[in-house]
């Protein structure tokens, strides 16, 4: 079996044969009942493919589609224009990244449609006018996909980092979330011209007014229908990877049902909703098949700069945050204006929803799995002693901690 580690093209994944868990029944139902979507989830969770899936479906490439669930409930595979961004990729701590990403977006879609730049116009109207010769020429509406739209303020949220706008000196933060405002307000205007609009990232911004001057997009990051939309969940882990299991219990002298519980404990235990659903991180599934080792993957891969600059204006005893019941905004929406951390523990993946209460309309949050909890626990402690002066005992300190 084929594992596509780092994998993140749709058409490569099905040209190549590599293993493809079908989405695509909860993908059908987002293009047919719904227009403008934002989805939350944490980093390597397969939003990027996501994208690349819903990408290849809008450019009517029904071959790739053949077999999948999809296959059988389109009958159109129209072909529409799609104009996808990925701010994956750029460093957005260097002045001015996010005007050249935007600009250079817009230049090569100008010259796609023969459209003469007009450098007085800001770069939202020339946007605006690309999507609607795009609607005129095809004579269909456009689709317009954005990969980890929160980026350029995730670089550079808590840094510091200034940079002058015309006479004026302002946080780089600020210059970038003005720079996105002004771009995503342009989805207003060309509502007519849009057929479909589909954001993916980590943070959901509710104060930060990214997304205003923008019809709301339908948040479908805690909605039980899409729950598993991203991550693997155990009915597909039992279907597509019988084999992996079986391979895998004979290097671990375990039976297959003992060798679930294994990677379960490990990988398993993340709930997006109130409906409860295991999802499993499939990043650091499909390097455990790959290996046929349990290992700590996810958290190896990296952890978010801005995550370690936020729990540095923090002494929060960790238990006081884990084990207790929270609404919804209290864990949701990041509020930039307040440097309370548990928003970005949770939607950067290493706290999840492990229990709900429908009277109260509360959720229980607590770490995932036994990979989460150990890396977490590790991360906290390497940069609190890292960051401690060394001529003051730890002991007389309050770092984060996990208890006994």
């Not at 293993?19 to 993908?27: H, R």
């Not at 210059?175 to 011209?193: I, P, Q, W």
């Not at 079986?246 to 290097?251: G, R, V």
Request: net charge negative.
């Amino acid at each position: 079996m084929k594992y596509p580690i780092g994998i993140q093209s749709f058409d490569q994944i099905i040209e190549d044969g590599y293993v493809y868990v079908d989405k695509t029944e909860m993908i059908y139902s987002l293009v047919k009942e719904g227009k403008i979507y934002f989805l939350s989830r944490p980093r390597r969770f397969g939003k990027s493919l996501l994208v690349s899936t819903l990408k290849n479906y809008f450019l009517g490439r029904k071959e790739l589609f053949k077999g999948l669930v999809i296959d059988r409930l389109e009958k159109d595979w129209l072909e529409y224009p799609v104009f996808h961004i990925d701010f994956n990729g750029s460093n957005f701590q260097e002045e001015g990244t996010l005007e050249k990403v935007i600009e250079g977006h817009i230049s090569a879609w100008e010259k796609v449609y023969a459209i003469l730049p007009d450098q007085s116009r800001d770069r939202g109207m020339r946007f605006i006018q690309v999507l609607k010769e795009a609607h005129l020429r095809t004579g269909r509406r456009v689709v317009v996909l954005i990969d980890e739209y929160d980026k350029p303020i995730l670089d550079v949220l808590d840094t510091g980092l200034e940079t002058v706008v015309g006479e004026n000196r302002m946080s780089l933060e600020d210059r970038n979330r003005n720079v996105l405002k002004g771009f995503y307000s342009v989805f207003k205007a060309a509502d007519e011209h849009l057929q479909f609009v589909f954001l993916t990232g980590v943070t959901k911004f509710s104060q930060v007014s990214v997304f205003s001057g923008f019809n709301q997009p339908i948040d479908i990051s805690m909605n039980p229908r899409y729950e598993a939309l991203c991550g693997i969940t155990q009915e597909e882990l039992d279907s597509y990877f019988v084999e992996s299991i079986t391979e895998m219990a004979e290097i671990y002298r375990q039976d297959a049902e003992g060798m679930r519980q294994l990677l379960k404990q490990q990988y398993d235990g993340y709930h997006f909703g109130s409906r409860l659903l295991d999802v499993y991180n499939p990043f650091s599934l499909l390097n455990a098949f790959f290996s046929m080792s349990i290992q700590d993957y996810w958290f190896r891969s990296g952890t978010p700069s801005y995550l370690i600059r936020l729990l540095n204006h923090t002494r929060e005893n960790l238990n006081e945050l884990t084990g207790r019941y929270y609404e919804t905004p209290e864990f949701v929406d990041y509020k930039a204006d307040v440097e309370k951390p548990l928003p970005m523990i949770y939607q950067s993946g290493y706290l999840t929803i492990k229990g709900y209460d429908g009277k109260e309309d509360t959720y229980l949050l607590d770490f995932p799995n036994d990979e989460v909890k150990k890396g977490f626990v590790t991360l906290v402690a390497a940069d609190y002693f890292k960051s401690s002066d060394e001529s003051v005992s730890p002991r007389t300190r309050e770092p984060w901690t996990t208890g006994k």
